[in-house]
């Protein structure tokens, strides 16, 4: 089994839905990561959990929002889809801060 | 601010030539450096990481980078390339007080038959 596992793989919502995106790991590892990643930009940081009380926003979390239920789930949300969010959504986890990073399969998410 | 900087957006090279991938960072300490690979339709593999001492280092598929501090460089190399390292090969940098790792653009490596 992946030590980062992401559900639903792929998913087609419509705009304006409400849509939860999932993440769970086997690391044990207390920092978790969701990253979006576009064509040509890279892998830029939605949210960042370093335990289950601290989460933080990171570079482009306008339009989302985070759980973290426990050590190992960190759940992303879109609280009503538009089609610019359209991306692959990547779950991450780490041992510590600036350590490497293990990622999950990935999420493609359309909104049409 | 921290940046990383991968000049190449695409590389093509022949099956069996080497390769080498260009990373630069900005950075005010030594950073911590890792390579990934990303093939079609999969998550990012760790490919290779840099924290401190010996300035080049290994990593897997016979994959190897060298740290240059005074270029802030981080370079990735291959003497001889397979078909099944096509894929997107992203540079990024770490640090123990900053939260994120920062991810370079990526730089898509084509292998020519």
């Known amino acids: 089994d992946a030590d980062v596992t992401q559900t639903p793989r792929n998913r087609i919502t419509k705009t304006g839905k409400r849509i939860m995106l999932e993440c769970s790991q086997t690391?044990?590892?207390?920092?978790m990561y969701w990253y979006r990643q576009d064509p040509g930009l890279g892998l830029r940081l939605i949210y960042y959990?370093?335990?289950?009380?601290?989460?933080n926003k990171g570079e482009i979390s306008d339009g989302y929002s985070v759980s973290r239920q426990a050590q190992a789930k960190f759940s992303l949300s879109l609280e009503s889809a538009i089609p610019n969010q359209t991306a692959l959504y990547f779950c991450?986890?780490?041992?510590?801060?600036?350590?490497?990073?293990?990622f999950g399969q990935g999420t493609r998410l359309t909104v049409v | 601010a921290q940046s990383v900087t991968q000049p190449d957006i695409h590389i093509t090279v022949s099956e069996g030539a080497s390769l080498e991938l260009r990373c630069n960072y900005s950075?005010?300490?030594?950073?911590?450096l890792f390579w990934y690979v990303q093939s079609p339709g999969q998550g990012l593999q760790l490919l290779l990481k840099?924290?401190?001492?010996?300035?080049l280092v290994q990593g897997i598929k016979g994959f190897e980078a060298e740290f240059k501090r005074s270029q802030s460089s981080f370079n990735l190399r291959k003497p001889s390339v397979h078909w099944s390292d096509a894929a997107e090969y992203f540079c990024?940098?770490?640090?123990?007080?900053?939260?994120?790792?920062?991810f370079g653009k990526g730089t898509r490596l084509h292998i020519l038959p």
């Open positions: 990024a940098v770490g640090a123990g007080f900053i939260p994120k790792i920062i």
């Open positions: 840099y924290f401190s001492g010996d300035t």
């Open positions: 950075y005010g300490a030594t950073p911590y």
């Open positions: 991450a986890t780490s041992e510590r801060t600036g350590s490497e990073a293990f």
């Open positions: 959990s370093f335990d289950v009380k601290d989460i």
């Open positions: 690391k044990g590892h207390d920092r």
